[in-house]
C-alpha cells in the first residue's frame, strides 16, 4: 500500500518543487529488515576498503555540488551563492577527516598483559543506524553521523525533513555508485508517528537527531523504554552583545550578517532583539 502524497513547496517561489509519498509500514519494516541482513556483512569488510568506498561517495557528491546546491535553495530558500559552502567545503571536509581517522579510532587498544593473555579493548559495530537530520543544513548535519557509522561497520536508515526529500535520494544515488553493497544505507521518508515506531522498533540500536529540542523531547521519550543511546543536537540561543562603548560602524556589521546569513535559518543564527533602560522619574 503506498502512502502518503508529500510536497515540498518551495519559500523561493511558492510553487511545488518535490513529490513524495510517505513510506508505508511494509516499506519500513522491510528496510529496516535489510539493514539488519546487510549490517551482517557490512561489518566484517575491512575498513580500508570501507574508506575507499565512502571516498568515492563524498568525490561524486562534490563532483555534483552544484546541482545539489540549486535543489537545495529551492527547497529552503537559501541564497544560491551561500548553499555550494555546504557541500564543498562542510560536508568534503567533514567526511573526509572522518574517514582518515576512522582506522585509528576503530583500531583494537591494547591494555597491559598479564600471564598467558593477551589483552585489549576493540569497538564493536551497533547495527542499524538511524540519522535524523533537519532541513536548514541537511547534508552538513546528516554527514556528521552517516560517515562514521558506515565506516564504523554499521548500516544506516536516513530521515531528512520533509522539506528537503532530495537530500536522502542524492545520497543513495552517490552511494550505489560507489559500489555501497545494497540494504548497507537507504532512506525513508516517514511521519513523526512512524519515526517513533522505528526508534521503538528492536532492530534500531542508535538514533542520531539534529533539530528542535521539541524534536529531541520526542526522540527521547520513543527510545525511553528502550537500552539504546541517542545522540541529540538541538537548538539553542546565540545572543550578540555589544557594549555601550564600541565603536558601533566596526561591530554592528557582524551581528546583522550572521542573523542574516542563509535567509536566518542557521543554527548559529544571531539574535537581533534589542532593549534599552530608562530611568525612573
Known amino acids: 500500500m503506498a502512502g502518503a502524497l508529500q510536497q515540498t513547496i518551495s519559500p523561493v517561489d511558492g510553487s511545488i518543487y518535490a513529490e513524495f509519498e510517505l513510506s508505508s509500514a511494509q516499506t519500513i519494516d522491510a528496510a529496516l529488515q ?6 551482517r556483512r557490512w561489518k566484517r569488510v575491512p575498513v580500508d576498503e570501507r574508506a575507499a568506498i565512502c571516498r568515492r561517495m563524498v568525490a ?9 546546491a540549486t535543489e537545495l535553495t529551492w527547497q529552503i530558500g ?42 585489549f579493548i576493540r569497538r564493536e559495530a551497533l547495527g542499524v543506524v538511524l540519522v535524523l537530520a533537519p532541513w536548514n543544513y541537511p547534508y552538513l548535519a546528516s554527514v556528521n553521523a552517516v560517515i562514521p557509522a558506515i565506516m564504523a561497520g554499521n548500516s544506516v536508515i536516513l530521515k531528512v525533513a520533509q522539506q528537503t526529500p532530495l ?3 542524492r545520497y543513495a544515488e552517490a552511494f550505489e555508485e560507489a559500489g555501497l553493497p545494497g540494504g548497507v544505507f537507504q532512506y525513508v521518508h516517514a511521519s513523526h508517528d512512524d519515526v517513533a515506531r522505528m526508534i521503538g522498533d528492536e532492530r534500531i540500536a542508535f538514533v542520531s537527531f539534529t533539530g528542535s529540542v521539541a524534536g529531541g523531547h520526542a526522540v527521547q521519550q520513543a ?4 537500552f539504546i543511546s541517542t545522540n541529540l543536537e538541538l537548538g539553542g540561543k546565540d545572543p550578540a552583545y555589544v557594549r555601550p562603548d564600541a565603536r558601533l560602524t566596526a561591530r554592528t556589521s557582524t551581528p546583522v550578517s ?19 533602560t ?3 522619574p
Open 78 to 119: 537559501r541564497p544560491l551563492a551561500q548553499t555550494p559552502f555546504e557541500i564543498h567545503r562542510g560536508f568534503h571536509e567533514r567526511a573526509s577527516h572522518m574517514i582518515d581517522v576512522a582506522p585509528r579510532m576503530l583500531a583494537d587498544v591494547g591494555i597491559e598483559p598479564r600471564d598467558g593473555f593477551q589483552r
Open 278 to 280: 530608562a530611568s525612573s
Open 167 to 169: 537530500v536522502s535520494e
Open 34 to 39: 535489510r539493514a539488519v541482513d546487510a549490517q
Open 223 to 226: 527510545a525511553s523504554r528502550r
Open 258 to 276: 550572521r542573523a542574516a546569513r542563509s535567509s536566518g535559518s542557521t543554527c548559529i543564527r544571531t539574535s537581533t532583539e534589542t532593549s534599552s
Open 60 to 68: 561524486l557528491m562534490v563532483e555534483r555540488a552544484d546541482r545539489l
